[in-house]
């Protein structure tokens, strides 16, 4: 059970180690690109390219929906960035029950944004988890933790594949732990709980009173979608790479002539933007076609 291309290494791991997938279930087609036809879902896709049941219910609430997943008779569901809420009868239906493969170390990050919020928050470590589902929004026991730095350099699209591929082992070792009846399930701690809520639209426009670095976290955290923006001469511009520099000014206030801009803290050097409508380009590129002389404001 999943949907955006998170799930996909995971997919693939179950496939190549041997399990028999009995039905794939995703989100429902949406419409999509220029022409806004109706397109599925990466996994709904992978799955259907290699023969399997795909089912794409809007909703697993009716009793009707209830009754097909129970009449899989399956062993174990697995869950992976689906985006639906599973009732107690979907999650009690499975002999062994259901599984997800979260991407972070619970409890931090709760929720449907976990990859970008620790990014965001300026955290050091982040990991992937599988924990044993419960009614509650990511409350189950822990079964299996592996853990990576997130590096300076990190945005979300390189920090979500790094935690997909360890994800996909993580989760083929965990359930042969399951299958063997020797999986140790670790309740989660009662503190340190965060929530990894969706990002909003007005979350992402940049607000150059904030110190350098809280704006990195935020830039690379939004990278490369849905992108922290702001506006030069009246243009939105997305902002998709920096790099904390130094130099102090009104915030907003490019410092030279090769985009250090000031910050409430700091300054930031702007490394690749994107005008729009138009493709990414380095700060090089993107000022031969449009100067930003020292003194000019970004709002």
């Given at each position: 059970?999943?949907?955006?291309?998170?799930a996909l290494?995971?997919?693939?791991?179950?496939?190549?180690?041997?399990?028999?997938?009995?039905?794939?279930?995703?989100?429902?087609?949406?419409?999509a690109?220029?022409?806004?036809?109706?397109?599925?879902?990466?996994?709904h896709?992978?799955?259907?390219?290699?023969?399997?049941?795909?089912?794409t219910?809007?909703?697993?609430?009716?009793a009707?929906?209830?009754?097909?997943?129970a009449?899989l008779?399956?062993?174990?569901?697995?869950?992976?960035?689906?985006?639906?809420?599973?009732p107690?009868?979907?999650?009690?239906?499975?002999?062994?029950g259901a599984?997800n493969l979260?991407?972070?170390?619970?409890?931090?990050?709760?929720?449907?944004?976990?990859?970008?919020?620790?990014?965001?928050a300026?955290?050091?470590?982040?990991?992937?988890?599988?924990m044993?589902?419960?009614?509650?929004?990511?409350?189950?026991?822990?079964?299996a933790?592996?853990?990576?730095?997130?590096?300076?350099?990190?945005?979300?699209?390189?920090?979500?594949?790094?935690l997909?591929?360890?994800g996909?082992?993580?989760?083929?070792?965990?359930?042969?732990?399951?299958?063997?009846g020797?999986?140790?399930?670790?309740?989660?701690?009662?503190?340190?709980?965060?929530?990894?809520?969706?990002?909003t639209?007005?979350e992402?426009?940049?607000?150059w009173?904030?110190?350098?670095?809280?704006?990195d976290?935020?830039i690379?955290?939004?990278?490369?979608?849905?992108?922290?923006?702001?506006?030069l001469?009246?243009?939105?511009?997305?902002?998709?790479?920096?790099?904390?520099?130094?130099?102090?000014?009104a915030?907003?206030?490019?410092?030279?002539?090769?985009?250090l801009i000031?910050?409430?803290?700091?300054a930031l050097?702007?490394?690749?933007?994107?005008r729009?409508?138009?493709a990414?380009?380095?700060?090089?590129?993107?000022?031969r076609?449009q100067?930003?002389?020292?003194?000019?404001r970004?709002?």
């Amino acid at each position: 059970m999943g949907s955006p291309t998170f799930a996909l290494p995971a997919l693939a791991a179950l496939i190549e180690a041997g399990h028999e997938i009995v039905c794939v279930y995703s989100q429902p087609p949406r419409p999509a690109g220029r022409g806004k036809q109706d397109r599925p879902t990466p996994v709904h896709a992978f799955a259907a390219e290699r023969g399997l049941e795909v089912r794409t219910p809007k909703s697993l609430k009716r009793a009707e929906e209830q009754e097909a997943f129970a009449a899989l008779k399956l062993d174990a569901a697995i869950v992976v960035a689906y985006g639906l809420i599973l009732p107690k009868a979907i999650l009690d239906a499975p002999r062994l029950g259901a599984f997800n493969l979260h991407g972070s170390l619970l409890p931090r990050w709760r929720g449907a944004a976990p990859i970008q919020r620790a990014i965001m928050a300026g955290d050091r470590v982040t990991g992937v988890q599988v924990m044993h589902m419960e009614e509650g929004l990511d409350t189950g026991p822990v079964l299996a933790t592996a853990e990576t730095p997130i590096d300076v350099e990190d945005n979300t699209s390189t920090l979500h594949d790094r935690l997909a591929a360890l994800g996909a082992g993580l989760l083929i070792d965990a359930l042969k732990k399951v299958e063997r009846g020797e999986a140790v399930e670790t309740p989660q701690s009662e503190e340190g709980v965060t929530y990894a809520h969706k990002i909003t639209p007005a979350e992402t426009r940049i607000d150059w009173t904030r110190p350098a670095r809280e704006l990195d976290w935020m830039i690379r955290g939004l990278a490369p979608s849905p992108g922290a923006w702001c506006e030069l001469n009246g243009a939105r511009i997305k902002v998709l790479h920096t790099r904390v520099g130094l130099g102090e000014g009104a915030p907003g206030e490019a410092l030279d002539e090769e985009m250090l801009i000031a910050c409430g803290a700091g300054a930031l050097r702007l490394l690749k933007v994107q005008r729009e409508g138009r493709a990414p380009l380095d700060a090089e590129a993107f000022l031969r076609g449009q100067a930003v002389p020292a003194g000019s404001r970004l709002a």
